[in-house]
């Protein structure tokens, strides 16, 4: 249960990405920065180049490309002669594949990011299928995927995205308030959850 008393961290800061911004995003080291800096927070290039196994400046180049369209900012709290802090300029990125459909070049961009995307999950479940045996059965039992098979119209399925959403949201929201009062659960990990939905292959229909 949540503490009444906790404090809520702020709402979280969304952009919905613009053709120019979506044109910058498709590069893998770009993405892997912006989400270094929203999952860890601030952090300089040199950082950011230890994280992710790569060199200064090819980190520093490529945040500067993220900032020049606004998805990172410097951190002016923390900078000092010349080192340069960074931070990610929103919480959470949102598009539909519609809103680039008259601009073909940032239409190739969000389909580039979407497959990027499926590269990332899948690295994630092999990465999980080969270290599942080092968890407790508990975190095995809870952890995986699942599937289910409907026929639905999109606005319906527009709906039934909306409020699976909102439960996510509510659980990271009490998830992430702040409690004085009791220390962390010791079980809580750092998890991603991914929502997918595509039309069923025609072979299996």
Request: proline content about 7%.
């Given at each position: 249960?949540?503490?009444?008393?906790?404090?809520?961290?702020?709402?979280?800061?969304?952009v919905?990405?613009?053709?120019?911004?979506?044109?910058v995003?498709?590069?893998?080291?770009?993405?892997?920065?912006?989400?270094?800096?929203?999952?860890n927070?601030?952090a300089t290039a040199t950082?950011?180049?230890?994280?992710?196994?790569?060199?200064t400046?090819?980190?520093?180049?490529h945040?500067?490309?993220?900032?020049?369209?606004?998805?990172?900012?410097?951190?002016?709290?923390?900078?000092?002669g010349?080192?340069?802090?960074?931070?990610?300029?929103?919480?959470?990125?949102?598009?539909?594949?519609?809103?680039?459909?008259?601009?073909?070049?940032?239409?190739?961009?969000?389909?580039?990011?979407?497959?990027?995307?499926?590269r990332?999950?899948?690295?994630?479940?092999?990465?999980?299928?080969?270290t599942?045996?080092?968890?407790?059965?508990?975190?095995?039992?809870?952890?995986?995927?699942?599937?289910?098979?409907?026929t639905?119209?999109p606005?319906?399925?527009?709906?039934?995205?909306?409020?699976?959403?909102q439960?996510?949201?509510?659980?990271?929201?009490?998830?992430?308030?702040?409690?004085?009062a009791?220390p962390?659960?010791?079980?809580?990990?750092?998890?991603?959850?991914?929502?997918?939905a595509?039309?069923?292959?025609?072979?299996?229909r």
């Open positions: 249960m949540v503490n009444e008393e906790a404090t809520p961290r702020p709402a979280l800061r969304e919905r990405i613009d053709k120019r911004q979506v044109r995003l498709p590069h893998p080291l770009r993405m892997r920065l912006l989400g270094a800096l929203r999952v927070g601030p950082t950011l180049a230890e994280q992710l196994g790569t060199n400046g090819a980190t520093s180049y945040l500067r490309q993220l900032a020049e369209v606004g998805l990172v900012t410097e951190d002016p709290d923390r900078g000092s010349r080192q340069r802090w960074w931070q990610a300029a929103h919480d959470v990125t949102s598009w539909e594949p519609s809103d680039f459909d008259d601009d073909p070049d940032a239409r190739a961009a969000i389909e580039w990011i979407q497959g990027d995307q499926v990332h999950l899948v690295e994630h479940a092999d990465h999980w299928f080969a599942q045996h080092e968890w407790t059965p508990a975190w095995r039992d809870a952890l995986g995927m699942g599937d289910i098979f409907m639905i119209p606005a319906r399925l527009e709906e039934l995205k909306a409020e699976v959403w439960v996510l949201e509510r659980y990271n929201r009490e998830a992430e308030l702040v409690d004085t009791e962390a659960d010791p079980q809580a990990r750092p998890v991603q959850v991914f929502l997918a595509y039309p069923l292959l025609e072979g299996n």
